[in-house]
């Protein structure tokens, strides 16, 4: 009988899990911007992530644009959020910093990243800046049920 108990408990927590992660999906991680830096398309064999609006993609099957010496090799290794909104590759654009765009860089930042990121590249996690504020305390406008293969169990 425990032995029958314990078994269903064991299936039941396996059966949960399978839930959370189904089959062929990876779960996502939290990005500092140390470690969203390693992959920066620079070493053959690593993956290329970038960051849009917090979300960390999988661009490798862009290798040709976001890899070594490719056009858009820039964006790559950072949040460039602010690179996308306004279709730039300057130093100064190359950041998660959305202040000051105008409503028009707004709709654009959100039709690319629907319409490009989104609907192209895996999502591979999130950017601890969209989670938690500069000064570590938690962003009460991160709602995880709003995020694509998040769950709370799976990141914390």
Same mark, same amino acid.
């Given at each position: 009988?425990?032995?029958?108990?314990?078994s269903f408990v064991i299936l039941s927590s396996f059966a949960q899990e399978l839930k959370h992660n189904p089959v062929g999906t990876k779960p996502v991680r939290l990005f500092t911007d140390e470690d969203l830096a390693k992959y920066n398309g620079q070493e053959d064999g690593q993956p290329i992530y970038m960051?849009?609006?917090g979300v960390v993609f999988d661009v490798s099957? @862009?290798?040709d644009f976001y @890899? +070594?010496?490719?056009p858009y090799n820039a964006l790559v290794g950072k949040d460039s959020t602010r690179a996308v909104a306004k279709m730039s590759l300057k130093p100064d654009d190359l950041t998660s910093d959305t202040s000051g765009l105008?409503?028009?860089q707004m709709k654009s930042l959100e039709d690319i990243f629907i319409n490009v990121y989104?609907? +192209?590249?895996?999502?591979?996690g999130y950017t601890s800046r969209r989670i938690l504020n500069e000064? @570590?305390?938690?962003?009460?406008n991160f709602k995880p049920e709003d995020q694509p293969n998040f769950t709370i169990k799976d990141e914390f």
């Open positions: 009988m425990y032995f029958t108990f314990c960051a849009v609006k099957s @862009g290798k @890899g +070594k010496d490719a105008t409503e028009e989104k609907a +192209k590249y895996p999502i591979v000064d @570590g305390t938690p962003n009460k």
